[in-house]
T-cell receptor
Framework: KAGVTQTPRYLIKTRGQQVTLSCSPI?????VSWYQQTPGQGLQFLFE???????NKGNFPGRFSGRQFSNSRSEMNVSTLELGDSALYLC???????????????FGEGSRLTVL | AQSVTQLDSQVPVFEEAPVELRCNYS??????LFWYVQYPNQGLQLLLK????STLVKSINGFEAEFNKSQTSFHLRKPSVHISDTAEYFC??????????????WGLGTSLAVNP
């Protein structure tokens, strides 16, 4: 069973640009969550999508957005990049749903974004 | 709101020594508890979890954690560590009664450094 796949693994952007990151969840998983990981802040929750709808949202500015497609694949977009957006962006998938969702997540290896 | 505290940000130990990584959570509601591990340049992997039943849970690589409801703790232990255990360890909690809004609340992580 294939794991969670994130692309690209590494990317470098300059301030003001925008970036789109992609995540393919484990087959059968309907929930996709996104996290930002930095050395000082740890894991910060961005948002969660379930069946193409945003179900939960963290405390990030509107420059951070996401979407989920009918095949459960998800993308997140960051517009007008700032230096502080440099981080490892992690995607995680789970079965979702009230009875199946224990909160256990399956993570991809992340997309490391560097903003210059 | 639920919060998770990992009491040590860094734990240096010598190889073959025992180790304990401490985790406390704030709310005594019914919870699911998790330890995740992140090896260098990788995503997070589930190490072990407590959902119900026996309060002592074990991983395949020798780690164990004990759910203590009265202390609201879920400390991670290993009697003898290896160099390969060097990694970042994250404790996480989810509210078992949260239904569709169930999500993981994360600690800031403990960096375990095993020295020869």
């Amino acid at each position: 069973k294939a794991g969670v796949t994130q692309t690209p693994r590494y990317l470098i952007k300059t301030r003001g640009q925008q970036v789109t990151l992609s995540c393919s969840p484990i087959s059968g998983h309907r929930s996709v969550s996104w996290y930002q990981q930095t050395p000082g802040q740890g894991l910060q929750f961005l948002f969660e999508y379930f069946s193409e709808t945003q179900r939960n949202k963290g405390n990030f500015p509107g420059r951070f957005s996401g979407r989920q497609f009918s095949n459960s694949r998800s993308e997140m977009n960051v517009s007008t990049l700032e230096l502080g957006d440099s981080a490892l962006y992690l995607c995680a998938s789970s079965f979702g749903g009230v009875f199946a969702n224990t909160g256990e997540l399956f993570f991809g290896e992340g997309s490391r974004l560097t903003v210059l | 709101a639920q919060s998770v505290t990992q009491l040590d940000s860094q734990v240096p130990v010598f190889e073959e020594a025992p180790v304990e990584l401490r985790c406390n959570y704030s709310s005594s509601v019914s919870v699911y508890l998790f330890w995740y591990v992140q090896y260098p340049n990788q995503g997070l992997q589930l190490l072990l979890k407590y959902l119900s039943g026996s309060t002592l849970v074990k991983s395949i690589n020798g780690f164990e954690a004990e759910f203590n409801k009265s202390q609201t703790s879920f400390h991670l232990r290993k009697p003898s560590v290896h160099i390969s255990d060097t990694a970042e360890y994250f404790c996480a909690v989810s509210d078992a009664n949260a239904g569709n809004n169930r999500k993981l609340i994360w600690g800031l992580g403990t960096s375990l450094a095993v020295n020869p």
